[in-house]
């Protein structure tokens, strides 16, 4: 009996591997990214890329296992969770109200130690933002001037 359930699981698994998974992306032009648009400065490029890019734009790094179901389907979801709350690759799109919300609310999640969410940082430590960092993140943010 154990051997017709593990052979039934077996089989489960490897059929949900057919199921496929896809990121809501939309292909945008480059200078619509939030990095472009604010000529945020090489050390400020590389925070965000490494920090908050994964989730937060449609330039996600999907390691290996994220193309095995079912974490790829808990992934995927987050990833498009992420991108509904901010897309940092539709930045251009975005009404200037929503920029100006969306910059606060950036540094506020970042000064609480909200973003990057802690479970993302389990697998991902090379996302932990220094004190340093987070420092020179926020006051960057801070000085954004979206003065039309």
Not at 28 to 41: C, E, M, R, V, W
């Amino acid at each position: 009996m154990k051997k017709k359930i593990s052979f039934g699981l077996i089989i489960v698994f490897i059929a949900i591997q057919f199921i496929e998974t896809a990121h809501k992306t939309t292909p945008l032009d480059g200078s619509s990214d939030f990095i472009a648009q604010t000529k945020a400065p090489e050390a400020i490029q590389k925070i965000l890329k490494t920090s908050c890019y994964d989730c937060h734009s449609n330039f996600t790094n999907t390691p290996w296992y994220g193309h095995i179901a079912p974490v790829s389907w808990y992934i995927n979801h987050h990833i498009n969770e992420g991108r509904e709350e901010l897309n940092f690759s539709a930045w251009g799109s975005y009404q200037l109200k929503r920029k100006k919300y969306k910059i606060a609310e950036c540094w506020e999640e970042i000064e609480k130690g909200k973003m990057p969410l802690k479970n993302y940082l389990v697998v991902h430590k090379a996302a932990k933002i220094s004190k340093e960092n987070k420092k020179t993140l926020v006051a960057w943010l801070k000085s954004i001037d979206l003065t039309p």
